[in-house]
């Protein structure tokens, strides 16, 4: 089955630096790469995916790159905010309809005003 | 937009007895439903796919005799889990995508304390 490991497990920003979180997958079937931000006791919220046939996507402040050679993507968040602390995880789905997820094991991010 | 709905949002139960929890695509029909548990702190870990009209396919160390998934409808998905322990206590999520597209849609997730 798929693997999926995400790094830092942790990150602290200063309000307005960047943050960067990795995450590898194993399986090369995958095909959709969701990024979830998630509050405690809420259901994830996605705020990013890509799909296996780009490899970088954008919107506003958070962009995701894929390399599917080395597989391995990364969420990227520009010009932190206070309220973008929170824990997020990637996932990878590998099956034909692409909602079976995998999920990383999580960051937390945390902004500091 | 499609939601899912999931129910209960919260429940305690005496350990030894059963718990059912529903996960309802409102406005879509879904084949196939996944179910979720995640332990405070940790990561979401798929624990089955829910398969309309058969049998539910479970990942690797997931006791099917013990989390009994039933999906008899294009709209319902129910997970009992049986005979509960403390240490089923945990943070059930479905997710369910319709079947004319691949959008992901996740229940509001249930909190199982079993005391």
């Known amino acids: 089955g798929e693997n999926v490991e995400q790094h830092p497990s942790t990150l602290s920003v200063q309000e307005g630096d960047s943050a960067v979180i990795k995450c590898t997958y194993s399986d090369s079937a995958s095909n959709y790469f969701p990024w979830y931000k998630q509050e405690l006791g809420k259901r994830p919220q996605l705020i990013i995916d890509i799909r296996s046939n780009v490899g970088e996507k954008k919107d506003q402040r958070i962009a995701v790159t894929l390399n599917k050679t080395a597989k391995h993507f990364s969420l990227h968040i520009t010009e932190t905010q206070p309220e973008d602390s929170a824990v997020y995880f990637c996932a990878a789905a590998f099956n034909n309809a692409g909602n079976m997820l995998t999920f990383g094991g999580g960051t937390r991010l945390m902004v500091k005003p | 937009g499609a939601v899912v709905s999931q129910h209960p949002s919260r429940v305690i139960c005496k350990s030894g007895t059963s718990v059912k929890i529903e996960c309802r695509s409102l406005d879509f029909q879904a084949t196939t439903m996944f179910w979720y548990r995640q332990f405070p702190k940790q990561s979401l870990m798929l624990m089955a796919t829910s398969n309309e009209g058969s049998k539910a396919t479970y990942e690797q160390g997931v006791e099917k005799d013990k989390f009994l998934i039933n999906h008899a409808s294009l709209t319902l998905s129910t997970l009992t889990v049986t005979s509960a322990h403390p240490e089923d206590s945990s943070f059930y999520i479905c997710?369910?995508?319709?079947?004319?597209?691949?959008?992901?849609?996740f229940g509001e997730g249930s909190w199982l304390t079993v005391v």
């Open positions: 997710s369910a995508s319709p079947s004319s597209g691949n959008t992901i849609y």
